[in-house]
């Protein structure tokens, strides 16, 4: 029998981990060696289609209207191998996946960019996968895409089994829960020099401080959790800025180090703490880049924009509440 070919459109929104994902138990299955929790942003968006097609003799790839790129090519190959082993459907696929944020501005889009591709590529496959099952799917492509299945507060548990069958994100509080808003400070459109993934592996090899970072997550994981049921805002920002912290000592720590930060990120971490000693409830996070994200409550975003939209070195901002689930925005069959 001839197979049809069959689309499907989905969207995801990025996240921010607030207990940050450092460092695997295994490279292969990609099994984070900690947990991580993060919150959905609403304002950060992937839009991804995908169909197979058996007019295809190959992936055709098109990422922000451009042709991927050759390390995005084969990362992504390798996803659409595992849902074409999964569900059976052996066709090539076409997939053409959308970012409303800039491209270049720094973000980094592979958590929203494989939390869609697997609902979109899963669907237009003929595969139906539970909320749980995308998660540990979408951690294939990334870890931090098992946390972009599901809007609000979520937590990426690390499992124990080698098989991975535990490594699934599940969420914590929707995103109606508590109003929490945030604005991202770009501070450099310029590509990362060491990508994460990489980073995190040669961590995980040369920081004395590595298995120390593995050894206290729990603790972090349990406080964390404790201040989000508590709708502590001082107790979560401050574990946020803490595992950001520890986060950026590691990669300090190894060999060669890594430092993603410049001077305006150092700039804004002493903003942030002035601006709290000043009474407003403001806390700060920094992933694999130079970026800073400001966490705060609605009451104080309006004064907190005003304050870092003229700020020397801070090149551009957004704005965001938190975000939902990933979802299917039609099927074109
Ligand atoms: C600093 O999810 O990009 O953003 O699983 O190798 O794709 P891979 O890593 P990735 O790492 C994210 C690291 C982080 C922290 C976080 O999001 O938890």
Redesign the pocket.
Known sequence: MTQQSKTAKAVACA???LI???G?RDIAL?L?AVG?I?LTLEALKTQTRATFDPNLDKDYLIINDQQASESQRKRIEKFLDIIREKSGNRLFAEVRSDNNFPTGAGL?S??SAFAALSLAATHASGLELNKKDLSGLS?R?????TRSIYGGFVEMQRGKDASGKEDFAIQLASQDYWDLRLLILITSKEEKKM???EA?NLTAKTSPYYQDWVNSSGKDLVEMRKAIREKDFEKLGDLAEYSAMK?HALTLSSRPPVLYWNSTTLELIEQVRALRHDGIPVYFTI??GPQVKVISLPDHINTLKSHFEFFPGVENIMESKLGPDVELIGDDN
């Open positions: 996240n921010i981990a940050k994902y450092w695997k990609n984070p991580s993060s980094a592979s958590a951690r492509g990334s870890g931090s895409a990508g994460s993934t995190m986060m992933d694999a």
